[in-house]
Nanobody
Framework: QVQLVESGGGLVQPGGSLRLSCAAS????????MGWYRQAPGKQRELVTA???????NYADSVKGRFTISRDNAKNTVYLQMNSLKPEDTAVYYC?????????????????WGQGTQVTVSS
């Protein structure tokens, strides 16, 4: 099992900033991609941004220039710096990771989600 624990959500005014963190733990052999998704009320979950183990990134058009993803491979942690936040960024943000886990010499793929953290942008 690989667990993802997010932190850093909250209430912020429009134009403000928040930083989300997501730490992966468990019998991790390697992590390929880590990313952030979000789901607003009444909408489908959507990809916000992702980063590979090599540092390649991609962003949803709606957040380009405002959000920055980064990761610390030594800590199995991914971060999301969100600046110039807008009310439409309000959603539950979920961390996601995939890779290979190993236990007692057995390796298998994993695909894990965090529990989600609420981000609310409102005046």
């Amino acid at each position: 099992q690989v667990q993802l624990v997010e932190s850093g959500g909250g209430l912020v005014q429009p134009g403000g900033s928040l930083r989300l963190s997501c730490a992966a733990s468990g019998s991790i052999f390697s992590i390929n991609a880590m990313g952030w998704y979000r789901q607003a009320p009444g909408k489908q979950r959507e990809l916000v941004t992702a980063i590979t183990s090599g540092g390649s990134t991609n962003y949803a058009d709606s957040v380009k220039g405002r959000f920055t993803i980064s990761r610390d491979n030594a800590k199995n942690t991914v971060y999301l710096q969100m600046n110039s936040l807008k009310p439409e960024d309000t959603a539950v943000y979920y961390c996601h990771a995939n890779g290979v886990m190993g236990y007692l010499g057995i390796e298998e793929d994993f695909d894990s989600w965090g529990q989600g953290t609420q981000v609310t942008v409102s005046s």
